[in-house]
């Protein structure tokens, strides 16, 4: 916990020293997440805000709770933080991205809890439908003791 506390500050002050740019903007994110812990397939309600300070690099923290467990294995939450480089594919509002960051899993056994962390990195891809809506799929891996997958499909909305 301590090191996901420091990447927050360390994100935390980066958008409070990035000076305002034309196409800077928050963006905000609702998905349905299917993770993959070890042996158990886990389903999780995801929430994101980032900042896009251009066209080709944003920043990002998401957290996710758990709404589907598996048997007797429960997503309790997890917890992001993400550097994103995109790249816009022609005029039709379609991008791609990739990202890496650190991320933090809480997972609930017959056993008790089990707590993981560290290096994710993941791909994906957006449609604006228009300059305030979206869609968004992602793929992230934590490479950790539980070595988590996550799939993601959601919404987006630009402000």
Not at 103 to 123: M, N, R
Not at 133 to 155: K, N, Q, V
């Amino acid at each position: 916990m301590k090191k996901f506390t420091i990447m927050a500050a360390v994100a935390a002050a980066a958008l409070m020293t990035v000076p305002a740019v034309a196409h800077a903007e928050w963006y905000a994110g609702a998905a349905y997440s299917q993770y993959s812990v070890e042996d158990a397939d886990l389903g999780g309600a995801t929430g994101r805000l980032g900042y896009r300070m251009n066209p080709n690099f944003a920043i990002e923290g998401e957290g996710t709770v758990g709404v589907d467990d598996d048997q007797g294995v429960e997503l309790n939450h997890a917890v992001g933080a993400y550097a994103v480089g995109i790249l816009p594919i022609g005029s039709s509002g379609f991008e791609a991205h990739g990202r890496v960051g650190y991320q933090t899993v809480e997972v609930d056994t017959p056993l008790g809890d089990v707590d993981d962390d560290g290096l994710a990195y993941g791909v994906g891809v957006g449609w604006n439908a228009t300059s305030s809506i979206g869609i968004r799929a992602d793929y992230t891996r934590m490479e950790g003791d539980l070595d988590t997958d996550a799939i993601s499909l959601g919404a987006s909305f630009n402000f």
